[in-house]
């Protein structure tokens, strides 16, 4: 896959150069006639909606062959060892939408005369050609990298009042785009912490730009209450509409720019891992800016992956899955398998439909399946209706440690959510931080705000393993699923 990498904006003067270099080419072969990328270790990448969503479907099962990538065999393959970043190469950025990459400047329409030549010449005159001498920061940036671009378009700051780069300017600054469901930014958490208490004294400050995948992580009370949860002190900007994101020309969640005392971006890490290699960059810029950092602290290890994973002959990891129709027909179109393949799924897309899950032994692996009567939505997939007895449900046969879930309600009022494992309710054992036990041994999850929850914790890697929810309210809504193969944690 390919990473955008941060570039100064393209200058007329060249554009124009260009414009007259073609010329004088195309009218030389005229007149002679014919013969004369970047390492995302665990990152979420964006991926564009489609423009459109067709009348028609095909049959999900009839989509081409999934690609090698969607099953990992080793966890330096990309994606990433619990392959939470993304089960298939993302498809194109094509769409204006927020998250979509910028559209590329036009290519000038071909020619194929001498006439049409001169007219294309004519209606771009060239001011100037001579290059404008450079300024001292941009011999800099051209020296030591791009200078970093300013919070722009932010709606709400959290912990702090508005900054610039501007007054910053002699602190070491670490931009971290990160979004509050995101459980590869959730796993970096405790290294930020860390990276806070041990170097703002010295003049580190972190500036947490919040960008949202969701809808529901526009809203503030929600990002203020993870960053209470989360226990995030330093200063979180809210960049709801993807301006900062764009100046940044980011792509990734979770994303560290490391800029220097002078407002140079002189480091660059995209998703989870190599903190040991993060936090040496962050001294050697405090150094430079005149800490003393004579205390020689002890550099942080990655997370560990789970020993019973490493040694599974050919161990599978289920890659992050989504429920909503907009990720669904975008990778349909693209090519590739989508996470759901029931066909009355896309039948009732904006609208509610009955679907039919297969019998346990006849779920194809990595694939949600919906049973009962459901609402498909862009985002997310809601239960349709009330319910008494759990005779609606949503299951998946899944490989990984831990699975997390995206869930929110539709009305904002409490729902529980019964989980089941392989026909059984869960135990001490196997339950994720967030499941809660019934007096009968009922395992369930009381769904509460929308975030991310922890379902399932097992004491090592499993393979093919049947995970069951199901809710009488219809207030029940998947989001998404991630799915982990480390030691500890989500």
């Given at each position: 896959?390919?990473?955008?990498?941060?570039?100064?904006?393209?200058?007329?003067?060249?554009?124009?150069?260009?414009?007259?270099?073609?010329?004088?080419?195309?009218?030389?072969?005229?007149?002679?006639?014919?013969?004369?990328?970047?390492?995302?270790?665990?990152?979420?990448?964006?991926?564009?909606?489609?423009?459109?969503?067709?009348?028609?479907?095909?049959?999900?099962?009839?989509?081409?062959?999934?690609?090698?990538?969607?099953?990992?065999?080793?966890?330096?393959?990309?994606?990433?060892?619990?392959?939470?970043?993304?089960?298939?190469?993302?498809?194109?950025?094509?769409?204006?939408?927020?998250?979509?990459?910028?559209?590329?400047?036009?290519?000038?329409?071909?020619?194929?005369?001498?006439?049409?030549?001169?007219?294309?010449?004519?209606?771009?005159?060239?001011?100037?050609?001579?290059?404008?001498?450079?300024?001292?920061?941009?011999?800099?940036?051209?020296?030591?990298?791009?200078?970093?671009?300013?919070?722009?378009?932010?709606?709400?700051?959290?912990?702090?009042?508005?900054?610039?780069?501007?007054?910053?300017?002699?602190?070491?600054?670490?931009?971290?785009?990160?979004?509050?469901?995101?459980?590869?930014?959730?796993?970096?958490?405790?290294?930020?912490?860390?990276?806070?208490?041990?170097?703002?004294?010295?003049?580190?400050?972190?500036?947490?730009?919040?960008?949202?995948?969701?809808?529901?992580?526009?809203?503030?009370?929600?990002?203020?209450?993870?960053?209470?949860?989360?226990?995030?002190?330093?200063?979180?900007?809210q960049d709801n509409d993807f301006e900062t994101w764009e100046a940044y020309e980011n792509r990734y969640w979770p994303a560290k720019y490391l800029i220097d005392q002078d407002g140079v971006i002189r480091y660059t890490h995209f998703g989870e891992g190599k903190y040991a290699e993060t936090e040496h960059e962050i001294r050697q810029l405090l150094w430079e800016a005149g800490a003393d950092l004579s205390d020689d602290a002890e550099l942080p290890e990655d997370q560990k992956l789970d020993p019973?994973?490493?040694?599974?002959?050919?161990?599978?990891?289920?890659?992050?899955?989504?429920?909503?129709?907009?990720?669904?027909?975008?990778?349909?179109?693209?090519?590739?398998?989508?996470?759901?393949?029931?066909?009355?799924?896309?039948?009732?897309?904006?609208?509610?439909?009955?679907?039919?899950?297969?019998?346990?032994?006849?779920?194809?692996?990595?694939?949600?399946?919906?049973?009962?009567?459901?609402?498909?939505?862009?985002?997310?997939?809601?239960?349709?209706?009330?319910?008494?007895?759990?005779?609606?449900?949503?299951?998946?046969?899944?490989?990984?440690?831990s699975v997390n879930a995206v869930l929110t309600s539709n009305s904002g009022e409490p729902y529980q959510v019964r989980i089941t494992l392989d026909g059984e309710y869960l135990t001490e054992e196997n339950a994720g931080a967030d499941i809660r036990f019934g007096e009968d041994g009922e395992t369930y999850l009381l769904v509460e705000q929308p975030r991310l929850y922890e379902i399932i914790d097992s004491p090592g890697y499993t393979q093919g393993q049947v995970l069951r929810m199901s809710s009488?309210?219809?207030?029940?809504?998947?989001?998404?699923?991630?799915?982990?193969?480390?030691?500890?944690?989500?």
């Amino acid at each position: 896959m390919t990473v955008s990498h941060r570039t100064l904006p393209a200058v007329t003067s060249w554009r124009n150069l260009w414009i007259v270099v073609s010329a004088a080419l195309l009218l030389l072969a005229l007149a002679c006639g014919p013969g004369a990328q970047t390492e995302t270790d665990n990152a979420r990448p964006v991926v564009s909606p489609t423009s459109a969503l067709s009348a028609s479907v095909a049959e999900p099962t009839a989509a081409p062959a999934e690609p090698a990538a969607e099953t990992l065999s080793t966890p330096d393959k990309e994606p990433s060892a619990d392959n939470s970043a993304v089960d298939n190469p993302a498809p194109p950025l094509a769409e204006a939408e927020p998250t979509a990459a910028p559209e590329a400047e036009p290519v000038p329409t071909p020619v194929t005369t001498v006439q049409e030549l001169a007219a294309v010449v004519e209606a771009n005159p060239v001011a100037n050609t001579e290059e404008p001498e450079p300024t001292a920061a941009v011999e800099r940036e051209r020296a030591e990298g791009p200078l970093a671009a300013d919070p722009v378009g932010i709606q709400t700051w959290i912990n702090s009042d508005p900054l610039t780069l501007e007054q910053l300017r002699g602190k070491v600054v670490l931009v971290d785009f990160w979004t509050y469901t995101c459980v590869n930014c959730i796993r970096t958490f405790p290294y930020l912490k860390l990276w806070h208490s041990r170097y703002a004294d010295d003049g580190l400050v972190i500036l947490g730009i919040h960008t949202p995948e969701f809808e529901f992580e526009k809203d503030y009370t929600n990002v203020l209450q993870a960053t209470r949860d989360y226990g995030i002190a330093w200063p979180v900007a809210q960049d709801n509409d993807f301006e900062t994101w764009e100046a940044y020309e980011n792509r990734y969640w979770p994303a560290k720019y490391l800029i220097d005392q002078d407002g140079v971006i002189r480091y660059t890490h995209f998703g989870e891992g190599k903190y040991a290699e993060t936090e040496h960059e962050i001294r050697q810029l405090l150094w430079e800016a005149g800490a003393d950092l004579s205390d020689d602290a002890e550099l942080p290890e990655d997370q560990k992956l789970d020993p019973s994973y490493l040694g599974a002959l050919g161990g599978e990891v289920t890659p992050e899955l989504y429920a909503g129709y907009h990720r669904n027909v975008n990778y349909i179109m693209s090519g590739y398998r989508p996470y759901v393949v029931q066909e009355a799924y896309y039948h009732a897309v904006d609208s509610v439909g009955v679907l039919a899950a297969p019998d346990e032994m006849e779920l194809e692996p990595h694939r949600i399946f919906f049973h009962g009567t459901w609402e498909v939505g862009s985002e997310h997939v809601r239960h349709g209706r009330l319910t008494n007895n759990y005779e609606d449900y949503l299951t998946l046969k899944y490989s990984a440690k831990s699975v997390n879930a995206v869930l929110t309600s539709n009305s904002g009022e409490p729902y529980q959510v019964r989980i089941t494992l392989d026909g059984e309710y869960l135990t001490e054992e196997n339950a994720g931080a967030d499941i809660r036990f019934g007096e009968d041994g009922e395992t369930y999850l009381l769904v509460e705000q929308p975030r991310l929850y922890e379902i399932i914790d097992s004491p090592g890697y499993t393979q093919g393993q049947v995970l069951r929810m199901s809710s009488n309210s219809n207030n029940f809504g998947l989001f998404a699923f991630t799915f982990g193969v480390y030691e500890a944690g989500p």
